[in-house]
């Protein structure tokens, strides 16, 4: 599920799809994308990249395209490789930079970035 709050400029997604369940959040304001995978008990941060994460106008449209045609050719799909050999957890001054939202999704997690 996808929830678009544009007076916050954040969108929160949804995916409960067992093993690979996530949830992420596109904090426009602040700059970040984040996702927590739950079967990893860790959370992913990255700065959002306007070359290729899409504007948050266009989220909704690019979801609906994708609800009703199934398959949508974008030139904004995104696909991120992490590696893990640093790992923190979040203090104080993360959660300056990365925002409420995000530390809301990711406290007490390991932040990799």
């Known amino acids: ?58 989220i909704g449209r690019l979801a609906f395209e994708r609800k009703t045609m199934r398959k949508v050719y974008s030139p904004k799909n995104v696909w991120a490789q992490f590696q893990s050999g640093h790992s923190f957890f979040g203090d104080m001054k993360d959660w300056i930079v990365y925002g409420r939202a995000i530390e809301q999704l990711c406290a007490g997690l390991p932040l990799y970035g």
Do not use: W
């Not at 992420?24 to 700059?31: A, K, L, M, P, V």
């Open 1 to 58: 599920t996808m929830t678009i709050h544009n007076e916050k400029n954040i969108v929160d997604v949804h995916v409960r799809s067992g093993l690979y369940s996530s949830d992420t959040i596109f904090d426009y304001s602040r700059g970040y994308i984040a996702t927590r995978l739950l079967s990893r008990k860790a959370c992913f941060i990255m700065k959002i990249n306007k070359k290729y994460i899409p504007e948050l106008q266009e």
